[in-house]
């Protein structure tokens, strides 16, 4: 069973800090990676995909991918508390009749004012 | 250009009933992957469909089923509705051979 996996949290951060959230994969053939933010009672909102080693920027979110490793993380610099809500890692599992996301369970990120 | 759509966006039904989810996808996109996600759980993956045929399903029980039509919509039937089905169904739509995948606003399920 290939599996993604997240620390469930509550992660509790200070307004305007640095929220870093990890994730780790099991499959070492995974390509692509992603973050989802869902927020209580809604859908998941993708929010970065990552597909190489390194950092990929966008605003205020960094991925970091480490396919050696099997760990992909996502940075929230100047937290707010918009930013309150579960980020899901996400890796797709592509190979013949297959091509799902396979999700992690989530970590509840808690931005304090 | 619109999201994709998911009806109805609320569902109550009873044990032993049958319930249907509709799904449409964003234009263009012809994958469209069904999800389950029950209350304080995880996305559990239902079902993938592409180009009108099945290529995919998770380890959910026959009783879940689907189709994809002509014009890449989609529904999810579930029969013989058991308490445990009520979750909150995710249906996302991506371009055939994309891995990125967008999310509809999910159909809550309620098996009373």
């Known amino acids: 069973q290939k599996e993604v996996e997240q620390n469930s949290g509550p992660l509790s951060v200070p307004e305007g800090a640095i929220a870093s959230l990890n994730c780790t994969y099991s499959?070492?053939?995974?390509?692509?990676f992603f973050w989802y933010r869902q927020y209580s009672g809604k859908s998941p909102e993708l929010i970065m995909s990552i597909y190489s080693n390194g950092d990929k920027e966008d605003g205020r979110f960094t991925a970091q991918l480490n396919k050696a490793s099997q760990y992909v993380s996502l940075l929230i610099r100047d937290s707010q508390p918009s930013d309150s809500a579960t980020y899901l890692c996400a890796v797709n599992e592509i190979g013949g009749a297959t091509n799902k996301l396979i999700f992690g369970t989530g970590t509840l990120l808690a931005v304090q004012p | 250009e619109a999201g994709v759509t998911q009806s109805p966006t609320h569902l109550i039904k009873t044990r032993g009933q049958q319930a249907t989810l509709r799904c449409s996808p964003i234009?263009?996109?012809?994958?469209v992957y069904w999800y389950q996600q029950a209350l304080g759980l995880g996305l559990q993956f239902l079902l993938w469909y592409d180009e009108g045929e099945e290529r995919n399903r998770g380890n959910f029980p026959p009783r879940f089923s689907g189709r994809q039509f002509p014009n890449y919509s989609s529904e999810l039937n579930v029969n013989a509705l058991e308490l445990e089905d009520s979750a909150l169904y995710l249906c996302a739509s991506s371009l055939t051979g994309a891995t990125e995948a967008f999310f509809g606003q999910g159909t809550r399920l309620t098996v009373v």
């Open positions: 234009s263009g996109h012809t994958s």
């Open positions: 499959d070492r053939g995974s390509q692509s």
